[in-house]
């Protein structure tokens, strides 16, 4: 018999897509349910290339422009298979 998989482990973990929007610009991470949203946010950054602001000066919201807590695990969310998000400098930010 089998043992169980542990809740949090990454084996056979559910993935979410979501297409993250930078400065206009998607692109598609597949984040671990488990995983806190900014690990995601982060990804997104490096694959823009938009490094030179810190990821503590950029907000995540949802398509209805609600903004979204980037500590909460992507699970959390509720999002299903795939969603598309936003992650845009905070207002008051000079862009780089």
Do not use: R, Y
């Not at 903004?67 to 795939?82: A, C, R, T, Y």
Request: charged share 25%.
């Amino acid at each position: 018999m089998k043992n169980q998989k542990k809740p949090g482990s990454d084996h056979g973990a559910d993935f979410v897509e979501i297409t993250i929007v930078v400065n206009g610009q998607p692109v598609v991470i597949k984040a671990v349910e488990q995983q806190p949203l900014h690990v995601a946010c982060q990804k997104a950054l490096e694959e823009t290339k938009n490094l030179a602001q810190p990821p503590e000066n950029w907000e995540i919201k949802n398509e209805a422009g609600e903004l979204l807590d980037p500590d909460k695990k992507v699970g959390e969310f509720g999002f299903g298979k795939e969603v598309t998000l936003f992650l845009s400098l905070k207002a008051g930010v000079a862009g780089g």
